[in-house]
């Protein structure tokens, strides 16, 4: 008996994906290396300091704007509804093990389109206030004490969103078959039935 | 550059653990008397000289001020100020502006490249290029606006003081060029010793406000004034009044950092122990080939 594939992500779907993780893997890199001091050895893995200051900027963008067609794609199917509220309030439970008293979800789940809009929002700020202390060319058009607060943003909403994809990424480690969907662009029936019963209806037509 | 040994570094940016404490140095500083200052500019040409720099001719914008602004190739401007402290007494104030060599520096607390900006023991603030990267944080640290980005090779300068001279005894080529007196050097005690008999005389000579400009929020300068006005140094081309490290600087390089971090690094952590402790969600028809093994 085979097993039956619903599809997923298209491929350029997938391929848009995979440009937002590399850009991102640049771009964190090359961030978290001026966050902290100890965190500054993993510049050496985009050529030292001054090629992560001159890349940081350029990735993060390029990971923006990819961002942006993914978010112009999918921001619809991530409303939050009352029934994701629902989810959201037994999620603990399901942290702990037991999913059986979860609302059922659709594409969705409460905690999916939570992470969407955060990482949105999050790289939003990220991204304007980032142009604030772009040096050498946007920098000196503001004023020193809007660059001051421009870098507490920045770095304050970096952490929100490093925090929100390693949520994103274990998620994807945790809920096994989820990580096909992004590979082969196809997920399982029976991945499907468990972890977005409304999903799998509406793609099925089944019960 | 750096021009003194490693031994004689206090303090070094982006760096947790402590420099070397063996050697203890004098502290210097250079005393800038505003009142003696006859506005020559001899001391930005003795910079320029000393130090190898030539700024780009500017423009005649109306006021003496030449070049208008310090500059990676002007690491010290006089700046000039019109001001009436009384109704119909014209006074012109020349401050020699350039970096104040801070005892807590805000470029140094901003600073994220290991070591591209050092404190001396001897209290003088230094960027070293070569560990520069270029990200500008050392421009929104300084409480003084000092640092300046260059539009050509994207590194920070600013004053070192003559770091370079003072390694070898000598003193900053801007104080040995002085022509009134006006620059001096030495120990920083000695300094703030001369800017007290300079007070008393220019109180006797009706300056009741006269005063020495040592800012103890940035813990004190190694950079000092005797200004005539001590009560309003805002006249003197907005030299603050209470200078320190802005909040938004002290708290994120402060407190809010390490907690991030330790936030980070805890999230995958967690994950990776609910990972072990709780395990995953699985669904039936994942492993078609290899049933889960059967209950014992």
Known sequence: MGIRYLPRYSASERTNHWLIVLFFTVAALSGLAFFHPSLFFLSAF?????????LHPFMGLLMSLC?????????????????????????????????????????????????????????????????????????????????????LLHALSATVLVLSVIVHVYAAIWVKGTIRAMTRGTVTEGWARQNHPLWHREMTGKQ | MSSLQSLDIAKRSATTTPST???????VAKLIDVSSCIGCKACQVACMQWNDLRDEVGENHGTYDNPRDLS???????RYSEVEVEKDKLEWLIRKDGCMHCDDPGCLKSCPAPGAIVKYTNGIVDFISEHCVGCGNCVTGCPFDVPRISKVDSKAYKCSLCSDRVGVGLEPACAKACPTGAIRFGTKEDMLDFGAERVTDLKERGYANAGVYDPAGVGGTHVVYVLQHADKPELYHG??????????????KGVAKPLAVAAMIGAAVAGFFHYTRVGPIESKDETPDSEPAEKV
């Open chain 2, 21 to 27: 404490q063996a050697r203890k140095t004098i502290e």
């Open chain 1, 46 to 54: 985009v050529g030292g300091g001054t090629w992560a200051r001159i």
């Open chain 2, 239 to 252: 030299l603050p009044a209470d200078p320190k490290i802005s909040p938004l600087v002290s708290l994120w």
């Open chain 1, 67 to 151: 961002f942006l067609v993914m978010f112009v794609r999918l921001w619809r199917h991530n409303v939050i509804t009352a029934a994701d509220r629902e989810w959201l309030k037994h999620s603990a439970q399901m942290l702990r093990g037991d999913k059986s008293g979860m609302p059922p979800a659709g594409r969705y789940n409460g905690g999916q389109k939570q992470v969407f809009w955060v990482m949105a929002v999050s790289l939003a700020v990220l991204v304007v206030t980032g142009f604030m202390f772009w040096q050498p060319w946007f920098a000196n058009a503001f004023p020193i004490l809007l660059r001051r607060i421009a870098v």
């Open chain 2, 72 to 78: 990676a190739q002007s690491w010290t401007v006089m």
